[in-house]
């Protein structure tokens, strides 16, 4: 694990002495047995993995710093070799802190982990990197008036994509946003924002950004509404310049304290740097890119909905997205579903459904990529500290491109403290609700 990653995790780890947030985490470790672990169409082979685990999620809701992390860090070691054993990390964790109240505020997000370089290949360590998105900065509010406020931001960025890319960069960003409150539930505003961004390597162009827009904004106790219009421009050093029109629209309503619906629609000129970040911070379907300096323009929808009674919850989120580039022949249409349902069927016992399934069509290469993935498993409390869990999972790739297809099969037996199960559920609240750091 590379250093700069390592700073991310201590950023999430070395907060938790500050302050009094809610702390859980565990330790576990799993037995997994695959039927493909090389995930082929031909000639499979079984592998079996041995897999310790640590899980944690901090939260902290009041106070002058405020934020979430989600965290876990696991080694799997392939008992036949099939493959090299390898670490597996994710982190995503967003903090503000007020430094001066109501003047002074400090941000910091940060999203790391062994993610994929290029979406088009499988999901395998081969073809995945530890990369780091960092985004930190201080934002300094003036008032005039109960109803008037302008907010002045700079903001660092850094993404850094391992040894085996040449995509190393630096963003540097201004903004100056003006709000004007017309009534408790309406404001209007609006931003000028530029930014730089600066790659490590000399063969690839540094670029400028510079947008400007409008917002609209109502929110009541269970419904609030955003509408933001406007202009970007990406300016590179070398070559021309690509302008285009920056919108979001969205709207979540909760239906009851247990019941909630948010759609969204986002369109903008962006990059697989600022995305990765922003799917890790918001919500939703993650989506894995195709690792690039490009940029494009981007076309994206998405739906998420979540209900939850005294024994059933579940969770449905839809995300279809274009990304238009503007120089790579990188082109795709994505579609994504994710479904999960759970059920207390006692006290100590809890099953578990999920699946996933996208649609991904790379338009340059004329290709088209279905996968999915169906997983089941079973949770028992044996006491305050321990658990076990079994299950399985069933997964696959149907493609037009040569011998991309497979199905792979996994069984897997898991024990482990109590706070893992703890840790990893707050963790998924959070991540669907978009309120990591929130």
Same mark, same amino acid.
């Given at each position: ?75 799997? $070691?392939?008992?036949? !070799?099939?493959?090299? =054993? /390898?670490?597996?990390?994710? &982190? ?5 802190? +007020?430094? @001066? ?100 390597? $000399?063969?690839?162009? !540094?670029?400028?950004? =510079? /947008?400007?827009?409008?917002? &609209? ?5 269970? +419904?609030? @509404? ?104 990188? !082109? ?107």
């Amino acid at each position: 694990m590379n250093i700069r990653v390592l700073v991310g995790l201590l950023l999430c780890c070395g907060s938790l002495p500050m302050f009094a947030a809610e702390v859980l985490g565990g330790i576990s470790g799993r037995y997994e047995h695959s039927n493909n672990i090389l995930q082929v169409q031909s000639g499979e082979q079984d592998e079996d993995m041995l897999i310790p685990r640590v899980d944690l999620t901090l939260v902290e809701e009041s106070g002058r710093v405020q934020g979430s992390g989600i965290l876990y860090v696991e080694h799997v $070691d392939y008992r036949n !070799d099939l493959a090299a =054993d /390898e670490t597996r990390y994710g &982190l995503t964790t967003a903090w503000s802190a +007020s430094i @001066i109240e109501n003047r002074l505020m400090w941000v910091l997000e940060d999203a790391a982990g062994r993610r994929l370089v290029d979406s088009r290949e499988l999901d395998i360590a081969e073809n995945r990197s530890d990369q780091n998105q960092l985004v930190t900065g201080p934002d300094l509010t003036f008032s005039a008036g109960a109803r008037d406020e302008l907010t002045l931001s700079a903001r660092y960025g850094n993404s850094w994509y391992g040894d085996a890319l040449s995509f190393d960069n630096q963003r540097y960003t201004g903004r100056a946003h003006i709000l004007h409150r017309l009534s408790p539930i309406s404001s209007i505003g609006a931003h000028v924002e530029h930014g730089r961004t600066e790659f490590l390597r $000399d063969q690839v162009a !540094d670029f400028d950004r =510079d /947008e400007v827009a409008i917002e &609209l904004s109502r929110g009541v106790t269970r +419904s609030q @509404i955003r509408l933001e219009l406007g202009y970007n421009r990406v300016t590179p050093e070398e070559g021309d310049g690509y302008e285009g029109s920056l919108g979001i629209v969205s709207w979540r309503q909760q239906w009851k304290r247990s019941f909630f619906s948010e759609l969204r629609g986002d369109w903008r000129l962006t990059d697989t740097g600022l995305e990765a970040i922003s799917n890790a911070v918001e919500g939703g379907v993650d989506i894995d890119f195709v690792v690039s300096n490009d940029i494009y323009q981007l076309n994206s929808v998405s739906f998420i909905s979540g209900w939850k009674s005294s024994r059933w919850s579940a969770d449905l989120t839809v995300r279809a997205e274009t990304q238009d580039y503007k120089v790579q022949p990188l !082109d795709q249409e994505i579609t994504a579903v994710e479904v999960g349902v759970s059920r207390e069927i006692s006290q100590q016992t809890t099953l578990n459904l999920y699946g996933d399934g996208s649609r991904s069509k790379f338009l340059g290469a004329g290709r088209v990529d279905r996968e999915f993935e169906l997983n089941l498993s079973v949770d028992h409390i044996f006491s305050n500290l321990f658990y076990g869990a079994v299950g399985g999972s069933y997964g696959g790739r149907n493609s037009n491109a040569v011998d991309a297809d497979f199905r792979e099969t996994i069984v897997f037996v898991e024990f482990g403290l109590r706070g893992t199960l703890l840790a990893r559920e707050r963790g998924r609240e959070l991540r669907r609700d978009g309120q990591v750091g929130y």
